[in-house]
């Protein structure tokens, strides 16, 4: 994406795009990460004389490095299997509360923790561990770094002392010298081989994507981004590490600006776009008009349940749930889309309440920022399900918020949040959808509790 932001002016558009997924190669699920900084370049040099470049990605992943900064290997997946059964095995030596209490982070199989546990041996040729956008900045710059934002998704980070969590990494068996120095966003990294300065953003594509939600000032507002994942929440500005926030497994990630994204990861577009793959089908708004006319709630599944995670037929898996739960699956392709959707739109529901109800804060309106605010359907659904108004908007919410931020290192007057966010309101196109209580939540909630 190339953007432009300055006063009264806030702008991205689409330079390239290449398709991204999981290569499945022998028994492991990777990313073709040297695919990725190829098509990253040759977007550098299609955006033309640009003032700064900012990498954002997905969290959690990562390249090992050996001692002369070569590449151990190709990056795993996190929908890789190989961290099956490591939580519960890591338990008995960092109890998950001890865990919780350090790092904040909600438990998910994929966590960098898990991983970096899952490569025993390979851990010993290993130098230095970079996250996705890291690594890409450093064959970029040269430079060596772990950006904050993203550093904090790894299960390493202290959340409270804003540091790795280094005893935590050898009690694990991760040796600490894996750890690189932390970066804030904002920082300028280094030089692209063109001479134009590689900037810090919040390398994490969430904490982009938040820095954009127009929220206005004094609102009490939940936002969604969504995209591949729902990531459903709060923005607070110091962790919540209670025994109810452990328990609902809410995470605590770092924000730009020291925020903190209270939240929990729902599964997302992903199980929509995986059944798409399952059907070879491409005509997403056909599908999703069919679903609009398909009756609302005639089934639903617990969307986050670990079978969804990995790739493979998802109709086969909804058809699944929905028997196991004692309902009728959905039959042929509107249907099961509409199911999708309803279950997303149920997770939003139960996600902001359970957000709502640990802080002790109300949630007047929800906003929806990424792919999934284009998506109809799916925002009216979560007006209703979540019964406030659902602002829906920007789209290219990750995009905007590392504009903003690049803007800021390179002297535009967008001094906090605040300031981002009131250019996000006045230049971006927003829709409002008002909840309608035609269908009941509350009981299909039920339904999937048995
Ligand atoms: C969204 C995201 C989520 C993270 C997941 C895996 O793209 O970054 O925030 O939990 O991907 O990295």
Redesign the pocket.
């Known amino acids: 994406m190339a953007g432009t932001a300055g006063p009264s002016t806030l702008r991205v558009e689409e330079v390239r795009r290449f398709p991204n997924g999981g290569v499945r190669a022998g028994p492991a699920l990777y990313w073709d990460i040297l695919g990725l900084y190829r098509e990253t370049l040759a977007g550098i040099g299609d955006a033309g004389r640009v003032d700064g470049i900012g990498i954002d990605?997905?969290?959690?992943?990562y390249g090992l490095l050996d001692e002369r900064g070569a590449l151990l290997g190709n990056p795993v997946c996190?929908r890789d299997s190989r961290t099956d059964g490591v939580p519960a095995k890591l338990a008995a030596t960092i109890p998950d509360r001890e865990l919780y209490d350090i790092t904040g982070l909600q438990q998910?199989p994929?966590n960098t923790l898990y991983q970096l546990v899952s490569e025993g041996d390979r851990l010993t040729a290993a130098a230095t561990m970079l996250l996705i956008p890291d690594l890409l900045n450093y064959w970029l710059t040269g430079s060596i770094g772990a950006e904050r934002t993203n550093a904090s998704?790894t299960q390493l980070y202290d959340v409270r002392a804003r540091t790795w969590a280094t005893s935590l990494a050898s009690r694990a068996g991760i040796p600490p010298r894996l750890l690189p120095p932390l970066r804030d966003p904002g920082t300028i990294v280094g030089e692209a081989p063109s001479g134009v300065p590689v900037i810090a953003v919040g390398s994490?594509?969430?904490a982009s994507?938040v820095v954009a939600v127009p929220a206005s000032p004094g609102t009490n507002f939940a936002y969604i981004?969504s995209?591949?994942?729902s990531?459903a929440g709060l923005e607070l500005t110091a962790p919540q590490l209670s025994d109810a926030a452990l328990a609902a497994n809410f995470?605590n990630?770092g924000g730009v600006d020291g925020t903190i994204r209270f939240l929990r990861?729902v599964m997302?577009l992903w199980v929509l776009s995986e059944t798409m793959r399952t059907w070879s089908a491409s005509d997403l708004p056909g599908l999703l008009s069919a679903a609009a006319g398909s009756p609302a709630l005639a089934a639903v599944v617990d969307i986050d349940a670990p079978e969804f995670l990995p790739p493979g037929d998802m109709p086969e898996r909804i058809a699944a749930a929905c028997r196991a739960t004692g309902q009728r699956p959905p039959s042929g392709r509107a249907a099961t889309v509409r199911c999708i959707v309803d279950s997303l739109a149920l997770a939003h529901r139960r996600t902001i309440h359970e957000a709502a109800t640990l802080t002790g804060r109300s949630v007047d309106v929800v906003h929806i920022v990424g792919g999934g605010a284009r998506n109809e359907l799916l925002c009216q659904s979560t007006a209703d399900a979540c019964g406030v108004p659902v602002l829906a908007g920007p789209v290219e919410a990750?995009a905007l918020g590392n504009v903003l931020v690049q803007a800021r290192a390179l002297g535009e007057d967008l001094p906090d949040l605040a300031a981002m966010r009131a250019l996000v309101r006045e230049t971006q196109e927003i829709r409002r959808y008002e909840p309608r209580g035609t269908a009941d939540w509350a009981a299909a909630e039920a339904r999937l509790r048995g």
Request: no cysteine.
């Open positions: 990605s997905w969290a959690v992943d996190y998910l994929f998704t994490h594509d969430t994507a981004s995209g591949t994942w990531l995470t990630e990861n997302g990750a």
